[in-house]
Nanobody, 120 residues
Framework: QVQLVESGGGLVQAGGSLRLSCAAS????????MGWFRQAPGKEREFVAS????????SYADSVKGRFTTSRDNAKNTMYLQMNSLKPEDTAVYYC?????????????WGQGTQVTVSS
């Protein structure tokens, strides 16, 4: 079992920046990929970014490409999401998740989420 805790959310003005963290604990040796998702009120959950645990290969949604950067420190079992040039449409609860297979298709463990609010 893997436990995930997100942190770093908050209120920021449009054009500002935030850095989110996701700390994993438990059976972390089985992690192959970690990902970020977000869900706005009344909207479906959507993919934001992911990173492979061994090679550090990243993937991004088109809506955040060029503005967001995900990284990881596997020695600390922690993934980060650096969010720059934030827009009001980035407002959502952000979740991190663990992919035990590595293909970026299914995610088995999820955190509780952290709120990001971007004001205009």
């Amino acid at each position: 079992q893997v436990q995930l805790v997100e942190s770093g959310g908050g209120l920021v003005q449009a054009g500002g920046s935030l850095r989110l963290s996701c700390a994993a604990s438990g059976r972390t040796s089985n992690i192959r990929r970690m990902g970020w998702f977000r869900q706005a009120p009344g909207k479906e959950r959507e993919f934001v970014a992911s990173i492979t645990w061994s090679g550090g290969t990243t993937s991004y949604a088109d809506s955040v490409k060029g503005r967001f950067t995900t990284s990881r420190d596997n020695a600390k079992n922690t993934m980060y999401l650096q969010m720059n040039s934030l827009k009001p449409e980035d407002t959502a609860v952000y979740y991190c998740a663990v992919d035990l297979i590595g293909g970026g298709i299914t995610y088995e463990y999820w955190g509780q989420g952290t709120q990001v609010t971007v004001s205009s």
